[in-house]
């Protein structure tokens, strides 16, 4: 990059807050997902975001691309630079603005990490439920930017169901504002609506305004194991064909229980041929009533084992091995692909036979985990990239696992997004003219194509 340039970008953030050192820009070069690192030309972290806004001015002038990154958790490629481009970080944009326990909403910056703000909410009484499985360390921006789901997804939502308002900078750095804090807004477009799952593909979104909900009043969470995969599978669909609607309600094949009881040594029994996590919450007769509705339908599908969860901890030693599970399969092999083609609820049986009947063809490790209540499984591809032959069996397996999914009526991605990783996949989903609408937008707010070039959009 020109020195003239970088000094201009010294001026607005400071010396401090530019990293041009190779090591470092090279742990800038990529995220979660197994897609072609680029090293970006610069990596810049505005401290607040009038300073934002003014180094996207600059890029815009300049046209260089920008890549805003929150924790580089994106599984589909969204978060590495775009060839030529920067890195803008939000991490030193973290503050909670305001909580407001009266109208049950909380403003927050970008940078926030998602399990902090979810249990500071909670010391409130109060309930922030979207919980990716990276929740530890991931961002509100990103979540926002990917529209990410997690493991409550089936009862309550996911991230823009959350979103009640954003603030964002467009590509002129003008700030541009949607929503409101009220629950009902219905003012001009629904512009929240277009930026959440936008990838940091329309703006820079520096100030979110997060909608609340009463914390739980009881909550009863049970491990069910089984012998046989599809057992599990169909007490899936039975349980939301009971008309009940737990808020986890999460799958394990017998592969990933192998590998997380390995890592994580939370008691799961290896030999189980798949497990259900399940947990419902709401009012105390409520849950005692479905939980009693869930065991006697585990039972009736052949369950082995219904361990009900004694106290807190023992429920959350389970909920975090569950959580841990792509680290623990990430162990067992140099490249691990994590996929989230998702299905209607009611077709997860046959998706998890498609998946195991694809693994058996090309001969791979595929170990199958995910949301199942909502239909969002994550069949997760062991392999080393360096094989090209197998590498050439994993890539058909992963257009098979696509084509699945679309046969079944389910979409390429359920909360990992489009990124690099799949966009050339788009168009088998929806059709040339939704793509083409889609450029136009994207044309329109921003003509220079400045925020993540190439990523959702084949270029
Ligand atoms: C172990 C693991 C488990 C995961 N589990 C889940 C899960 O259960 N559910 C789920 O949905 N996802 C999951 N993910 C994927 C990932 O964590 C989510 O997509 C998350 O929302 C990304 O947050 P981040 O802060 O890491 O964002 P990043 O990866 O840094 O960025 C994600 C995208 O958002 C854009 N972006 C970030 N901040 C902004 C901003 N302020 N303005 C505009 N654009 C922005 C980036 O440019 C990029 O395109 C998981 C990932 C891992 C590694």
Not at 339 to 365: F, W, Y
Request: charged share 25%; aromatic share 6%.
């Amino acid at each position: 990059m020109r020195d003239s340039l970088v000094k201009r970008f010294e001026s607005i953030v400071g010396k401090g807050n530019l990293f041009s050192e190779r090591e470092v820009l090279y742990a800038y070069s990529y995220d979660a997902a197994v897609v072609p690192q680029t090293i970006p030309e610069l990596v810049i972290r505005p401290m607040d975001p009038e300073a934002a806004s003014k180094v996207i001015r600059v890029c815009n002038e300049e046209d260089i691309p920008i890549t805003v990154r929150g924790s580089g958790t994106n599984l589909s490629g969204g978060a590495v630079p775009s060839p030529g481009g920067i890195v803008i970080l939000t991490n030193a944009l973290n503050r909670i603005l305001e909580l407001n326990e009266a109208d049950l909403y909380a403003v927050v910056e970008p940078g926030v990490i998602t399990a902090k703000f979810a249990s500071l909410v909670e010391s409130k009484g109060l309930f922030y439920p979207p919980d990716p499985g990276s929740q530890s360390v991931s961002t509100l921006g990103g979540n926002v930017a990917e529209n990410a789901g997690g493991l409550r997804g089936l009862k309550y939502g996911v991230t823009k169901d959350y979103v009640m308002g954003l603030e964002l900078f467009d590509a002129e750095g003008n700030p541009i504002k949607t929503g409101s804090r009220t629950v009902k807004c219905v003012t001009g477009y629904n512009l929240s609506g277009l930026i959440t799952g936008s990838e940091g593909t329309l703006g820079f979104i520096y100030k979110i305004i997060l909608k609340l909900l009463p914390y739980p009043r009881h909550r009863k969470a049970m491990v069910v194991y089984y012998d046989d995969v599809m057992k599990a599978s169909i007490t899936v669909s039975e349980i939301i064909g009971a008309r009940i609607l737990p808020c986890t309600l999460e799958f394990m094949d017998n592969f990933t229980i192998r590998a997380v009881e390995a890592y994580s040594k939370a008691g799961l029994p290896t030999d189980a041929a798949a497990l259900l996590l399940i947990e419902v919450d709401g009012h105390p007769s409520q849950v005692e009533e479905d939980s009693l509705t869930i065991e006697a339908l585990c039972r009736r599908n052949g369950a082995l084992q219904i361990k009900v969860a004694g106290d807190q901890r023992e429920r959350d030693r389970v909920w975090e091995a569950r959580r841990g599970a792509l680290s623990a399969l990430a162990k067992l092999r140099p490249t691990v692909i994590l996929e989230d083609a998702t299905v209607p609820r009611s077709r997860i049986p046959d998706m998890v036979k498609e998946v195991q009947t694809i693994a058996k063809r090309h001969q791979l490790l595929i170990g199958t985990f995910g949301h199942a209540g909502d239909g969002n499984l994550h069949p997760t591809i062991l392999t080393d990239k360096r094989d090209r032959e197998e590498w050439k069996r994993v890539e058909k397996a992963i257009e098979e696992i696509f084509e699945a999914a679309l046969a079944l009526g389910g979409t390429l991605s359920g909360e990992h997004g489009i990124g690099i990783a799949k966009s050339k996949y788009l168009e088998k989903e929806t059709n040339r003219y939704t793509l083409l609408y889609s450029q136009k937008i994207k044309r329109a707010l921003d003509p220079k194509s400045i925020f993540n070039p190439g990523k959702v959009l084949y270029e």
